[in-house]
């Protein structure tokens, strides 16, 4: 059996990555800040705390899936740095604790988005956020320092993601609970295209990258674009609130109109590609949004923050 240490095990992709995993027969350690569940409590910004586990798991393989906390401001927080640094640190060690491959999640964010179509290996790189730049910073080192010490990596870049167990805070998730709760979902116009992809989708092409034999960067996108507006208008549709949706109460900082990924190479060297519909990953989301997102009726009015 092989072990792999998955950091961020109780987030929004290492949960169902993890998941995957276990099922496919994989000996897996989970790494969380909180402890929560059946991972383990480890402050991956404490070089000391991530030498013990790794000395004392020894695991062969790593998915490394955890980075700063989704809220606030993340693209242009100084707190990537820090987990730049961490990162760097954590392969390293997981390296010297004689682990033999590692799979870490880059960002779509690392590449230039004034092409409109990202394409691995084509597509310049000129990160726009602290956040991507801290991203390519790290596939440089990682990437260096693995063929000096043989150690296989696969860095598979993922684009927009939406699905059961999103941060309240992103758009699927917010929108979801906004409508949910039958109060107003304020959005920007909307008119930017994105890549969408289906967490569980995501999920797949991770393991399937840990699992694989190859080397280098590969991109987890759909190569299919929807306007943000038209992805909010779909979940209002399936709630029956479209009424509540309130496109252009907030000012849009996002320059760059079209952003999408392209899933060939991804497919010949994964055998991976999105199999979740549109249609169906919002009722899922929505399924979910029903458990996670109490109607605001329900609350306790100390639990309403004005």
């Not at 993601?161 to 920007?188: F, H, I």
């Not at 009424?243 to 849009?252: E, H, M, Q, T």
Request: net charge neutral; proline share 5%; aromatic share 6%.
């Amino acid at each position: 059996m092989k072990r792999v240490v998955v950091t961020g095990a109780t987030g929004f992709l290492g949960r169902p990555t993890a998941d995957r995993l276990r099922a496919r027969g994989w000996e897996v350690v989970g790494v969380s800040r909180s402890g929560d569940g059946d991972t383990r409590r480890v402050n991956l910004l404490d070089p000391s705390a991530v030498r013990a586990l790794f000395a004392e798991v020894r695991p062969s393989h790593l998915l490394h899936a955890a980075w700063q906390p989704v809220r606030g401001n993340v693209m242009q927080s100084p707190e990537n740095v820090e987990w730049l640094a961490a990162s760097l640190a954590l392969v390293r060690t997981f390296q010297e604790c004689g682990g033999v491959r590692a799979a870490v999640v880059g960002s779509s964010g690392e590449y230039d988005w004034t092409d409109g179509i990202c394409r691995n290996g084509v597509t310049p790189m000129k990160p726009a956020s602290i956040y991507g730049a801290c991203k390519h910073a790290l596939h440089i080192a990682i990437e260096a320092f693995a063929r000096v010490t043989g150690l296989g990596l696969i860095w598979p870049r993922v684009f927009f993601v939406y699905g059961p167990g999103e941060d309240a805070s992103r758009l699927v998730a917010s929108v979801v609970k906004s409508l949910l709760q039958g109060m107003p979902a304020e959005c920007t116009e909307g008119l930017q295209v994105r890549d969408y992809c289906y967490v569980d989708d995501v999920a797949a092409g991770l393991v399937a990258a840990l699992e694989s034999n190859y080397d280098g960067a590969v991109d987890l996108a759909s190569g299919n674009g929807i306007a943000v507006r038209d992805l909010v208008l779909q979940v209002a549709n399936k709630l029956d609130r479209t009424d509540l949706v309130r496109l252009g109460a907030r000012p849009s900082s996002d320059n760059f109109p079209l952003v999408l990924g392209d899933p060939t190479e991804a497919g010949a060297l994964l055998g991976w590609s999105p199999r979740t519909p549109l249609a169906v990953g919002i009722a899922d989301t929505i399924a979910w949004g029903r458990q996670a997102f109490a109607p605001i009726h329900s609350l306790q009015r100390s639990d309403i923050i004005t």
